[in-house]
């Protein structure tokens, strides 16, 4: 079998983790696309194509990342929810995942945001409303690094097509 074909498998397989690890934090997410354009780009065959598709696609990547940490930093900063309170639900976000097949990521990062805001606030209808907020501005950045993410897995499809084609 070709070198260039296995490097392609490899990268596309890795490429499909890194765009599931950004929903689900247990998996590594934006910075394993990048690494599998990278890699592709030097090891896949395809020359000035592999390049290209590389620096579109970490451009992407990097937009992703940075537009979901000052999005949701932003919102944060903006109803003084401490970031410690987000780590806090990403943690029970993690252990909700193998407690509660499918939707326990989800129901663990509330409940771990509500815990933590309830004892940060000691009142139970702020708690609900600073997590809520949280829970938003989360998603909300999450939902566009999925999207810059998804833009670059689809950037190395074309240009494996087109790679394949010259």
């Not at 990268?11 to 990048?34: D, N």
């Not at 919102?75 to 003084?80: I, Q």
Request: proline share 3%; net charge positive.
């Amino acid at each position: 079998m070709n070198p260039g074909i296995v490097v392609t498998v490899l990268c596309g397989l890795a490429i499909v983790v890194g765009v599931a690890g950004i929903i689900i934090p247990v998996l590594p997410g934006s910075i394993l696309i990048g690494l599998s354009l990278l890699a592709w780009a030097l090891w896949g065959g395809a020359g000035t194509t592999g390049w290209v598709v590389f620096g579109i696609g970490l451009a992407l990547v990097l937009a992703g990342m940075t537009a979901s940490a000052v999005l949701t930093g932003r919102k944060l900063r903006e109803h003084r929810i401490p970031g410690r309170s987000v780590v806090t639900g990403l943690v029970f976000g993690a252990a909700g995942m193998f407690l509660i097949p499918v939707v326990g990521l989800f129901v663990g990062f509330a409940a771990g945001l509500l815990l933590s805001e309830s004892h940060r606030t000691r009142d139970f209808r702020t708690a609900i409303t600073t997590s809520w907020t949280a829970f938003k501005a989360t998603g909300v950045g999450l939902l566009v690094e999925f999207g810059l993410a998804c833009l670059a897995a689809s950037t190395w499809v074309i240009g494996v097509w087109v790679a394949a084609a010259s």
